[in-house]
């Protein structure tokens, strides 16, 4: 079993900057894809970013230039570091892990950011 724990949410006026960290602990297997989601109030969740195991990062449009996802992979730990926020970036921002070995997925309990003045 996989567990995700991510921290770094809270409150943060437009402009402003918040740092994201997901931490998986568990039986990893080494070929795999982390990465952020979000969930808007009345909206479905959408992928932020991901980054692969040896690979390059994806960013969703709304969010490129803004956001940086980073990974170590020694301490199983995805980073996101998002600046210039917007209120639109308001959500719940969920850790994934998708391993690609066996076609699972694992989700962090989320951690909410608020974009607002």
């Known amino acids: 079993q996989v567990q995700l724990v991510e921290s770094g949410g809270g409150l943060v006026q437009p402009g402003g900057s918040l740092r994201l960290s997901c931490a998986a602990s568990?039986?990893?297997?080494?070929?795999?894809?982390m990465g952020w989601y979000r969930q808007a109030p009345g909206k479905q969740r959408e992928l932020v970013a991901g980054?692969?195991?040896?690979?390059?990062?994806k960013y969703a449009d709304s969010v490129k230039g803004r956001f940086t996802i980073a990974r170590d992979i020694a301490k199983n730990t995805v980073y996101l570091q998002m600046n210039s926020l917007k209120p639109e970036d308001t959500g719940v921002y969920y850790c994934?892990?998708?391993?690609?070995?066996?076609?699972?997925?694992?989700w962090g309990k989320g951690t909410l950011v608020t974009v607002s003045s």
């Open positions: 568990g039986s990893i297997f080494s070929i795999n894809t």
């Open positions: 980054i692969p195991t040896g690979g390059s990062p």
């Open positions: 994934n892990l998708h391993e690609w070995t066996r076609g699972m997925d694992y």
